[in-house]
Every structure is written in structure tokens, then in C-alpha cells.
């Protein structure tokens, strides 16, 4: 290592290029301070792209309503809660589903009844039809809109839907309401979500038994009753499994919130520092290294004896009852796994030093999160500013996605039309919906590469700084405005090419479910093929961009240059590379395992103990509590392995540019340099 330059007329090598670099920035010492505005084209074009947005945004503002998204729609098309439509429904702002096609009657308050069911009355298209004085509830207590002036309304008569006053069974089966594919239902006790009126589980169950009861006298649950006077239809089947499984988990969501906002956010990123924290202490780090690594040999092994004791049992069983073919197969898949094993523990043997590198780039990485401490919130700005968008992006799309057409969908009730109305698309529609979708991807891509760009810029300016002391947030606050001022046209260039691929991965997967319609098993395995191949182009564009983004925190140099840069640097440092990914690799799946497990486990005996008997099931609340955490842990796990491919890169400027006295590598790392330099 030198800090001199090549001499004149020397054939350059990958190194000299990244020396080079350094020594024409004048007096560099460490990240440069005086930066220029790089690829402003791509910032021209994003500003372009996010102009172009609000113009298509405020079009559909204009001709569409987002209402008709947000609100529901009744079996005419009106909107409940608004004048939308041929009646007036303001005052009707709730829909109670009656029939399984997703028609319902807007109502004033949703359904509360105290003995879960009042068999002898219905909510029909035409409104409350009680054909018998036993009815327990009254007009008051639900309040359906008036649809007697609007045309070719279907009305309950006794002959329709009710034959036999005193049978429930009779108007189960009736035409009218046809076992819920007809134009009326049973009142039922519901509760709302997002304007709908969803049918608790144990309404429904106290229904089918009284069906049951005047059915037959048999002995079957009311889910098996359910399934016998419901014919086998599996659309029908599988809206009805749908709306169970979706009005159950909406309801334990809510009744759980405040332990999903307590626990899967808070308490997953306290988890985080403490994560962060424990890696700085002496012995944990390597432990966990070295330790996998022996569990990831010791599991070849293992398997290698058991397929060889297998085949050994195999061949001397009495009487035989595998043949010869299995248990050569056996035998020679032990070899197999021995041989693996072996070779893994000569490729650990020769990746010891780079391994010992990598943790030396963990470690260097946890003191310069914790000197930086603001630098762990980021990834929360960003959320928040992802956030801000994905509000005005889903303004713009909703108010698009009502600029369709009604259309009429009619079923068959034995003699009787039922109608449901829906919504059709034109084609600039969709074309408009291509382009939001990929406003969404650019503007998404874009916030991330502008935060790794930040983050990458203040672990360098610490990695590049003789005394740590002087590191605080405020060089936090710096990179933030430097980045934003100068780079975010380098951002705005790698996030466009992740957001073409990602479109045309999203078109690949259109294609894929055309396919599937049209049941062309040559074209889904075609199409199949493209996805996989353009997945790993995505895989691969990310992490060279990441790469390419340090080169541009470090040297300020634009998005194609630092590409460039970038790759020849992973070539030539491509066992160390290798030995951070799978330290790094590992080090970010404990974390996200530990930080999701704990959580999700202090969420189960927090709500089991304080509200588990009122949930229909605690499974749905802790999938999604261990899904924020995954996030979360993920989010927090992500700045950490930005921070270890930052401190690497800057290791290797650092071993190219100075000599040993010269360098700026502490700690774990300043111990490889004097160890194996």
C-alpha cells in the first residue's frame, strides 16, 4: 500500500483506478467536502415524473370520486353515506350484505342484536320484511334506506320469501333468499369495518341451529349443516370462506390495536438497540460467527451418518424391505454430505482471515451506530416520508380507480333475477393505472437509495475521522443535506432502473394470470422462466447500486463512475465480500429472529392474559404483530448491513490509499491490518 501515484505510461489496474480517484481530489482526507451536483438529469426527470403525477392526480380529482372507493356500494350502485347515486343515502352509511354475490342495503346502524339472530326477519332489496308477529326486532333498531321509488325493485312477499310463517327453514330455502344467493337475508347481530356490517361468527352458528332444529333431528354441527344445505358451488364456498376469515381477523385487529402499536413497533425497536448493543460486547459477536459455522458443517455430518446408518440398516434388514437402488442411494448420499462437509471446512480453513476482516466490520459498524445514535431512526424518517407519499399516490389512485363504468351482474334465484352492479375500466385507465404503479415504484426505489446514500455518507465521514469524539448526530444532520443537495439525481438514476425492472416484472405477472386463465401451460412456463430471470436482475442491480451509493457518499463522484468503481471493487475483494455476506448474512437473520421472536412472545402473554377470552383467535393479532416486528427488525437489520458494506469499502480506500502508520482502521480492524498486512 502507497500513497503515491502510478507513474506515467503504467498500465492501470482496478486498484490504481480507486487510487487514482483519490489522489486527483486534492488534499483527500478521507470524504471529501467539495461536491458537485451529479446526474441532474435523473433529478430533472424524477421532478418530471412527480409533476406529471400530480397532473394525472388532479385529472382524476376532477372526473372521478374517491368516495365510490371508500364507500360502499349497495346492489344499485348507490353509495352508502352519500348522495351518490339514485338515492339519497347520507343518511344510510352502512351496508348489510344479503347475498353471497356482494349485494347489500345500505342501513342506518348496523345490526346489534342481543339474542345474535331474529329468524323472523329480513333484509331484503326492498327493505325489513317480518311476516309473523315473532319478531324481536323492530324498524327502529335497523333502518333500511327506501328503494320503492327506485325501478324494478325485487320485494319480499310470504310466497317468495317466507312460505311457512312459523319455519325459518322454509324461507332458508325459499326463493327470495336461496340459501344467500338470493335478494334477502336473516338479521343477524354485525359489527362495522370500514362501513360494513360484518356478521359475527356465533350469529351465523346460532342461525344454522335453529335451521338445524327445524330441519332434522340430527345430530350435526352447524358448520356440517351449513355444508349440506349450501349445494356444492365453490364460488359460493369460497366467498363465504373468504368473509368469515376476513370479518374475524378485522375484528380480533381491532380489539388488539393498542398491543400491535405498543408492542410491534415499540417494542421491536427497543429490541433493536439492544441488539446493536450486544454485539459490541466481547465474545458475542464471535461466538455466534464461529458457532454457525460449526453448526452449518457439523449439520453435513450428521446427515452423512444418519443416510449411512440408514443404509446400513436398510441392507441388513430381515426380511429386506428396501431395494438394492435405495440403498445405494442412501450410501451414496452419505458420501455426498461428507464430502460437502469437508469441503466447507477447507473453505472456512481458507476464509478464516476474511471472516475474522468481517467481524472486525460488524463490530466498527456498532460503534459507529452507537456514536451516531439519530442514524437507527432513519429508516422511521423515511417511513415517514414514504408514508407522505403513499397518502397523496393513494388520493390519486383511488380517485382514478372510480373513474370506471357501472356495470350489471345478474344471477339466477330459481325464477328470479338478482342483480349486483360493479365497476368496468376503460383502457386509458389502465394505462393511467400502469403509470401510477410505476410513479409508485420510482418514488419508492427513489427514498431508499436516498437513505442508503445518507447513511453510507455518515459511516464514512466516522470511518474517515482521526478523532471519533468529533462524530456526533449533527454529522448525521450534515449528510442528510449534502446527499439531498448533490446526490439525489444519482439516487433518482439507480432507483429508475429498479423501478423499469420492477415493471416489468409487474407485466410478466399480469401475463402470468392471463395464462392462467387461458390454462396454456407453455405459456406460464415461459412466463415463469422470464419472472425468475428478471428477479435475479433485480437481486443483482440492488446490490450493485448499494455499492455504487458508497462510492458516491465517498468520492462524490456520479452514479455511473461509482458503478463502475463499485464492480471492480467486488471483483477483486471477492473472498472478503464473500466473507461479510455470510457474516453480515448471519448476524442480520439472528437479529431479525431474535427481535421478532421476543416480540411476537411478549405479545401472546400480554394478550392472552389481558384480553384472550373476547378474541375469536389470538393467531391472527400475533401474525401480524410478528410481521411489523419482521419490518421493523428487517428496517433496523438493513441500516446495519448498510453500515458493515460501508465500513468494508472504506477499509479497502483505506488499504489502497495509505500506508499501514497512515490509515485510518481502528480496533478489530487496525489488529487485522498488523496481524495479516
Same mark, same amino acid.
Given at each position: ?32 467536502? $467539495? ?35 371508500? @364507500? ?11 348522495? $351518490? ?39 331484503? @332489496? ?28 325485487? #320485494? ?51 342461525? &344454522? ?31 363465504? %370462506? ?29 429490541? %433493536? ?10 465474545? #458475542? ?46 450410501? @451414496?448420499?452419505? &458420501? ?43 429508516? #422511521? ?38 342483480? #349486483? ?64 443537495? @448533490? $446526490? ?187 496481524? $495479516?498486512?
Amino acid at each position: 500500500m502507497s500513497g503515491d501515484a502510478p507513474e506515467q505510461g503504467d498500465k492501470l489496474t482496478p486498484a490504481d483506478l480507486t487510487l487514482a480517484l483519490a489522489l486527483a481530489i486534492s488534499d483527500f482526507d478521507g470524504v471529501i467536502s $467539495h461536491r458537485r451536483c451529479t446526474d441532474v438529469l435523473c433529478t430533472i426527470l424524477i421532478w418530471i415524473m412527480w409533476i406529471s403525477m400530480t397532473g394525472l392526480g388532479i385529472y382524476a380529482m376532477r372526473e372521478g370520486d374517491y368516495e365510490l372507493i371508500l @364507500y360502499p356500494l349497495d346492489y344499485q350502485g348507490n353509495l352508502c353515506g352519500t348522495d $351518490h347515486g339514485k338515492v339519497d343515502m347520507t343518511e344510510f352509511p352502512y351496508l348489510y350484505y344479503v347475498n353471497d354475490f356482494a349485494g347489500g342495503v345500505c342501513v342506518k346502524e348496523c345490526p346489534a342484536i342481543e339474542e345474535k339472530v331474529d329468524p323472523y326477519t329480513l333484509l331484503t @332489496y326492498g327493505g325489513l320484511f317480518q311476516p309473523s308477529n315473532q319478531s324481536n326486532v323492530t324498524s327502529n333498531q335497523i333502518s333500511i334506506a327506501d328503494y320503492s321509488k327506485t325501478n324494478n325493485t325485487l #320485494v319480499c312477499t310470504q310466497a317468495l320469501c317466507y312460505p311457512d310463517p312459523s319455519d325459518p327453514t322454509s324461507a332458508y330455502t325459499s326463493y327470495g333468499v336461496n340459501k344467500g344467493q338470493g335478494f334477502a337475508w336473516f338479521a343477524l347481530d354485525t359489527y362495522e369495518v370500514l362501513w360494513r356490517c360484518v356478521v359475527r361468527d356465533d350469529a351465523k352458528e346460532a342461525l &344454522y341451529q335453529i335451521v338445524k332444529n327445524n330441519e332434522t333431528n340430527n345430530t350435526l354441527s352447524p358448520s356440517d349443516l351449513a355444508k349440506e344445505l349450501v349445494p356444492e358451488n365453490q364460488v359460493t364456498e369460497a366467498v363465504k %370462506g373468504g368473509y368469515n376469515f376476513w370479518s374475524n381477523l378485522y375484528g380480533d385487529l381491532w380489539m388488539t390495536r393498542y398491543y400491535i402499536l405498543g408492542l410491534g413497533f415499540g417494542a421491536s425497536l427497543i429490541l %433493536g438497540f439492544l441488539y446493536c448493543f450486544a454485539l459490541r460486547i466481547p465474545g #458475542v459477536l464471535a461466538i455466534m460467527v464461529w458457532a454457525s459455522i460449526f453448526l452449518t458443517v457439523a449439520i453435513f455430518f450428521i446427515a452423512g451418518w444418519y443416510a449411512s446408518q440408514l443404509a446400513t440398516q436398510w441392507a441388513t434388514a430381515d426380511p429386506p424391505t428396501f431395494t438394492q437402488e435405495e440403498i445405494n442411494a442412501a450410501t @451414496y448420499s452419505s &458420501y455426498a454430505l461428507y464430502v460437502v462437509g469437508g469441503l466447507l471446512v477447507l473453505l472456512f480453513l481458507f476464509m478464516r482471515k476474511r471472516i475474522q476482516l468481517a467481524m472486525g466490520c460488524v463490530k466498527e459498524t456498532s460503534k459507529a451506530i452507537i456514536s451516531m445514535p439519530i442514524i437507527i431512526l432513519f429508516p #422511521v424518517f423515511q417511513a415517514l416520508g414514504f408514508m407522505v407519499f403513499m397518502i397523496v399516490w393513494s388520493f390519486y389512485a383511488a380517485n382514478l380507480a372510480s373513474m370506471g363504468e357501472f356495470s350489471t351482474n345478474t344471477f339466477q334465484a330459481g325464477p328470479i333475477s338478482v342483480s #349486483v352492479r360493479s365497476f368496468e375500466f376503460s383502457d386509458f385507465v389502465k394505462q393511467c393505472a400502469w403509470y401510477l404503479l410505476f410513479c409508485f415504484f420510482w418514488t419508492g426505489q427513489f427514498i431508499l437509495a436516498m437513505g442508503e446514500i445518507i447513511f453510507a455518507m455518515a459511516v464514512s465521514k466516522w470511518y474517515f475521522c482521526r478523532d471519533k469524539d468529533e462524530i456526533g448526530n449533527v454529522t448525521v444532520v450534515s449528510s442528510i443535506t449534502a446527499s439531498i443537495w @448533490y $446526490h439525489s439525481g444519482t439516487a433518482a438514476f439507480g432507483s429508475l432502473i429498479i423501478a423499469i425492472i420492477k415493471m416489468i416484472r409487474a407485466f410478466l405477472s399480469y401475463l402470468q394470470r392471463k395464462a392462467e386463465e387461458m390454462d396454456s401451460s407453455i405459456a406460464k412456463a415461459v412466463l415463469c422462466c422470464f419472472q425468475c430471470c428478471f428477479w435475479c436482475l433485480e437481486k443483482c442491480m440492488k446490490f450493485l447500486n448499494k455499492n455504487a451509493y458508497i462510492q458516491t457518499a465517498i468520492f462524490g463522484t456520479a452514479f455511473c463512475t461509482s458503478a463502475r468503481e463499485a464492480f471492480f471493487l467486488i471483483l477483486r475483494n471477492a473472498v472478503r465480500i464473500a466473507a461479510i455476506t455470510y457474516v453480515s448474512g448471519g448476524v442480520m437473520f439472528v437479529g431479525k429472529v431474535f427481535i421478532t421472536t421476543v416480540t411476537t412472545g411478549m405479545a401472546y402473554f400480554a394478550i392472552s392474559q389481558q384480553i384472550g377470552d373476547e378474541l375469536y383467535s389470538i393467531i391472527g393479532p400475533l401474525v401480524f404483530i410478528a410481521a411489523i416486528a419482521w419490518f421493523i427488525a428487517g428496517m433496523f437489520m438493513g441500516v446495519y448491513d448498510m453500515g458493515i458494506a460501508t465500513i468494508l469499502q472504506c477499509f479497502v480506500a483505506d488499504e489502497e490509499m495509505f500506508d499501514d502508520d497512515q490509515m485510518y482502521a481502528e480496533g478489530d480492524l487496525k489488529s487485522w491490518v498488523d496481524s $495479516h498486512g
